[in-house]
Protein backbone atom coordinates (compact mmCIF):
# COMPACT_ATOMS: atom_id res chain seq x y z
CA UNK A 1 0.00 0.00 0.00
CA UNK A 2 0.99 3.40 -0.35
CA UNK A 3 3.57 4.15 2.26
CA UNK A 4 7.38 5.83 3.09
CA UNK A 5 9.95 3.04 1.72
CA UNK A 6 12.99 3.05 3.31
CA UNK A 7 15.76 1.46 1.74
CA UNK A 8 16.97 -1.51 4.02
CA UNK A 9 19.68 -3.50 3.94
CA UNK A 10 21.87 -1.06 3.24
CA UNK A 11 25.34 -2.43 2.84
CA UNK A 12 28.88 -0.87 1.65
CA UNK A 13 28.63 1.86 -1.35
CA UNK A 14 25.52 3.46 -0.76
CA UNK A 15 24.62 5.98 -3.23
CA UNK A 16 21.15 7.68 -3.71
CA UNK A 17 17.69 8.43 -1.46
CA UNK A 18 17.75 6.54 2.04
CA UNK A 19 13.85 6.40 1.44
CA UNK A 20 11.09 7.30 -1.30
CA UNK A 21 7.49 7.44 -0.56
CA UNK A 22 5.93 4.82 -3.30
CA UNK A 23 2.84 3.56 -4.76
CA UNK A 24 1.99 0.11 -5.57
CA UNK A 25 0.19 -1.89 -7.65
CA UNK A 26 -2.65 -2.39 -5.03
CA UNK A 27 -3.13 1.15 -4.89
CA UNK A 28 -4.40 1.31 -8.09
CA UNK A 29 -8.14 1.34 -9.26
CA UNK A 30 -7.05 -1.50 -11.81
CA UNK A 31 -4.23 -3.32 -9.66
CA UNK A 32 -3.34 -5.91 -12.78
CA UNK A 33 -2.16 -2.84 -14.95
CA UNK A 34 -1.20 0.16 -12.34
CA UNK A 35 2.50 -0.21 -12.44
CA UNK A 36 3.14 2.45 -14.99
CA UNK A 37 0.86 4.51 -13.42
CA UNK A 38 1.71 3.79 -9.86
CA UNK A 39 5.84 4.51 -10.71
CA UNK A 40 4.24 7.84 -12.91
CA UNK A 41 2.63 9.07 -9.13
CA UNK A 42 5.58 7.71 -7.01
CA UNK A 43 8.23 9.61 -9.17
CA UNK A 44 5.81 12.85 -9.12
CA UNK A 45 5.61 12.60 -5.29
CA UNK A 46 9.55 12.50 -4.79
CA UNK A 47 10.06 15.66 -6.91
CA UNK A 48 7.40 17.46 -5.39
CA UNK A 49 5.20 18.24 -8.40
CA UNK A 50 2.21 15.61 -6.52
CA UNK A 51 1.18 15.53 -3.09
CA UNK A 52 1.67 12.37 -1.11
CA UNK A 53 -1.85 11.03 -1.00
CA UNK A 54 -3.72 8.35 -2.68
CA UNK A 55 -5.68 11.12 -5.19
CA UNK A 56 -2.22 11.78 -6.39
CA UNK A 57 -2.60 7.90 -8.40
CA UNK A 58 -5.95 8.20 -9.25
CA UNK A 59 -5.76 11.52 -11.50
CA UNK A 60 -2.82 10.00 -13.11
CA UNK A 61 -4.66 6.52 -13.27
CA UNK A 62 -7.34 9.32 -14.92
CA UNK A 63 -5.32 11.57 -17.04
CA UNK A 64 -2.93 8.72 -18.34
CA UNK A 65 -4.48 4.86 -18.01
CA UNK A 66 -3.02 1.81 -19.26
CA UNK A 67 -2.58 1.92 -23.05
CA UNK A 68 -1.25 -1.55 -24.23
CA UNK A 69 -3.67 -3.65 -25.34
CA UNK A 70 -6.37 -1.71 -24.66
CA UNK A 71 -5.22 -1.08 -21.70
CA UNK A 72 -5.50 -4.60 -20.72
CA UNK A 73 -2.06 -5.54 -21.11
CA UNK A 74 -0.19 -2.31 -18.80
CA UNK A 75 1.57 1.10 -19.94
CA UNK A 76 3.43 1.75 -22.90
CA UNK A 77 6.91 3.95 -22.34
CA UNK A 78 5.00 6.67 -24.55
CA UNK A 79 2.38 6.86 -22.37
CA UNK A 80 4.56 7.32 -19.09
CA UNK A 81 6.89 9.82 -20.59
CA UNK A 82 3.89 11.74 -21.84
CA UNK A 83 2.70 11.82 -17.84
CA UNK A 84 5.87 12.63 -16.43
CA UNK A 85 5.93 15.86 -18.53
CA UNK A 86 2.36 16.57 -18.36
CA UNK A 87 3.04 17.65 -14.56
CA UNK A 88 5.87 18.96 -15.19
CA UNK A 89 8.95 16.29 -14.72
CA UNK A 90 10.72 17.95 -17.87
CA UNK A 91 13.25 17.77 -19.00
CA UNK A 92 13.44 14.24 -19.32
CA UNK A 93 16.83 12.02 -20.45
CA UNK A 94 16.63 8.36 -21.36
CA UNK A 95 18.80 6.40 -19.08
CA UNK A 96 20.51 3.94 -21.21
CA UNK A 97 22.87 1.22 -18.99
CA UNK A 98 22.96 -0.01 -15.60
CA UNK A 99 25.92 2.15 -15.18
CA UNK A 100 23.62 5.38 -16.23
CA UNK A 101 21.28 4.56 -13.83
CA UNK A 102 23.97 4.39 -11.15
CA UNK A 103 25.54 7.20 -12.05
CA UNK A 104 21.37 8.87 -11.94
CA UNK A 105 21.08 7.57 -8.40
CA UNK A 106 23.96 8.64 -6.91
CA UNK A 107 23.41 12.28 -8.56
CA UNK A 108 19.60 12.31 -6.32
CA UNK A 109 17.53 11.47 -9.26
CA UNK A 110 15.26 8.24 -9.15
CA UNK A 111 15.00 6.33 -12.33
CA UNK A 112 11.68 5.36 -13.62
CA UNK A 113 12.31 2.03 -15.04
CA UNK A 114 10.58 -0.93 -17.27
CA UNK A 115 12.04 -4.16 -16.78
CA UNK A 116 11.54 -8.12 -17.47
CA UNK A 117 9.21 -9.47 -14.57
CA UNK A 118 9.42 -13.04 -13.70
CA UNK A 119 5.84 -13.97 -13.91
CA UNK A 120 4.15 -14.24 -17.16
CA UNK A 121 0.60 -12.48 -17.62
CA UNK A 122 -2.14 -13.98 -18.91
CA UNK A 123 -0.61 -17.86 -17.72
CA UNK A 124 1.36 -17.14 -20.40
CA UNK A 125 5.10 -19.29 -20.36
CA UNK A 126 6.65 -15.68 -21.06
CA UNK A 127 7.51 -13.26 -18.48
CA UNK A 128 5.37 -10.15 -18.50
CA UNK A 129 6.89 -6.27 -17.74
CA UNK A 130 7.12 -4.13 -14.84
CA UNK A 131 7.49 -0.37 -14.05
CA UNK A 132 8.99 0.70 -10.74
CA UNK A 133 11.41 3.58 -9.88
CA UNK A 134 15.03 2.94 -8.68
CA UNK A 135 16.15 4.77 -6.19
CA UNK A 136 19.16 3.69 -4.46
CA UNK A 137 21.88 1.14 -4.72
CA UNK A 138 25.10 -0.26 -3.39
CA UNK A 139 27.77 -3.04 -3.69
CA UNK A 140 25.10 -5.65 -3.02
CA UNK A 141 22.26 -4.24 -5.36
CA UNK A 142 19.61 -2.05 -5.97
CA UNK A 143 16.53 -0.43 -4.63
CA UNK A 144 13.28 -0.37 -6.06
CA UNK A 145 9.58 0.98 -5.06
CA UNK A 146 6.74 -1.79 -5.78
CA UNK A 147 8.73 -4.42 -5.79
CA UNK A 148 11.00 -7.33 -3.56
CA UNK A 149 12.30 -4.12 -2.20
CA UNK A 150 16.36 -4.69 -3.24
CA UNK A 151 17.85 -6.73 -6.25
CA UNK A 152 21.21 -8.45 -6.40
CA UNK A 153 23.05 -6.37 -9.88
CA UNK A 154 23.38 -9.59 -11.54
CA UNK A 155 19.48 -10.14 -11.20
CA UNK A 156 18.42 -6.86 -11.49
CA UNK A 157 21.00 -6.64 -14.90
CA UNK A 158 19.12 -9.77 -16.61
CA UNK A 159 15.99 -7.90 -15.75
CA UNK A 160 17.15 -4.46 -17.12
CA UNK A 161 18.61 -6.40 -20.64
CA UNK A 162 15.98 -8.26 -22.00
CA UNK A 163 14.45 -9.16 -24.55
CA UNK A 164 11.27 -7.02 -23.21
CA UNK A 165 13.11 -3.53 -22.44
CA UNK A 166 14.68 -4.52 -26.04
CA UNK A 167 11.33 -3.93 -27.65
CA UNK A 168 10.42 -1.23 -24.95
CA UNK A 169 13.83 1.10 -26.63
CA UNK A 170 12.16 0.14 -30.22
CA UNK A 171 9.03 2.51 -28.59
CA UNK A 172 11.17 5.47 -27.10
CA UNK A 173 12.93 3.99 -23.98
CA UNK A 174 13.06 1.29 -20.70
CA UNK A 175 14.66 3.58 -18.10
CA UNK A 176 14.02 7.61 -18.27
CA UNK A 177 14.96 10.18 -15.16
CA UNK A 178 13.71 13.82 -15.19
CA UNK A 179 17.44 15.52 -14.71
CA UNK A 180 15.28 19.29 -14.07
CA UNK A 181 16.35 19.14 -9.95
CA UNK A 182 18.01 16.54 -7.97
CA UNK A 183 14.82 14.71 -5.83
CA UNK A 184 14.70 15.61 -2.27
CA UNK A 185 15.08 13.03 0.54
CA UNK A 186 11.90 11.55 1.19
CA UNK A 187 12.24 12.57 5.02
CA UNK A 188 12.53 15.94 4.11
CA UNK A 189 9.60 16.40 1.09
CA UNK A 190 6.94 18.59 2.48
CA UNK A 191 4.30 16.82 0.58
CA UNK A 192 5.48 13.65 2.42
CA UNK A 193 3.18 13.22 5.93
Not at 41 to 51: R, S
Not at 113 to 135: D, K, S
Request: hydrophobic share 40%.
Amino acid sequence: MASLLKAQPIGRGFHGLNAIYQFVNADGAVPSTACGQAAVATFLVQAGLLPAELTSLRKVERSHPADLGAGYLGTTPSRVRKALEAYGAKPLQIVESVADVQRRLAGGFPVVCLVQNPGGRLGLPTNGAHWFVLYAYDDDGIFATNSAGKYGWSEFEGMFSSLTTDLAWLTGFNAICATSRPARDAVRNPNIT
